[in-house]
């Protein structure tokens, strides 16, 4: 196996373990601290441009919902995550909200994203476990 390979059998293990399920538990409590980084990243984004937004490493998804909540019919927002239980609390919290978003549990460096299918791509912090080319 390369170091590569390792290195994300790695994270999906922390991610999907431990790690997620302390991340489950303090939602409230992370999402009020990265809060202004949700919305810095929100802001940024233009309703009437329309779009559609990649979040990269979504967590339990309050930068997905705040940029799905920006651009409301006019685009779309997908959260992706490695990790199963951020990303079943991003779903039913976009379920709860009626939110224009949706939430895809893979790897984001491996996942087999369709050509062309984003026209923006942000991360609130999830690109810091990648891997160096």
Avoid: Y
């Amino acid at each position: 196996m390369d170091t590569s390979s390792k290195t994300n059998v790695e994270q999906a293990s922390l991610w999907n373990g431990t790690a997620g399920n302390a991340w489950v538990d303090m939602q409230a409590l992370l999402d009020g601290v990265f809060k202004p980084f949700a919305h810095m990243l929100a802001e940024g984004i233009s309703a009437e441009s329309g779009g559609r937004v990649l979040d990269v490493g979504c967590g339990t998804g309050a930068t997905t919902l705040a940029v799905a909540r920006v651009l409301g019919t006019k685009g779309h927002c997908t959260g992706v995550d490695i990790s199963e239980p951020m990303i079943a609390v991003a779903r039913a919290r976009a379920e709860r909200e009626g939110a224009s978003a949706e939430f895809i549990s893979a790897d984001a460096q491996t996942h087999a994203f369709e050509p062309s299918s984003f026209d923006r791509i942000i991360s609130r912090f999830g690109v810091m476990f990648f891997d160096d080319p």
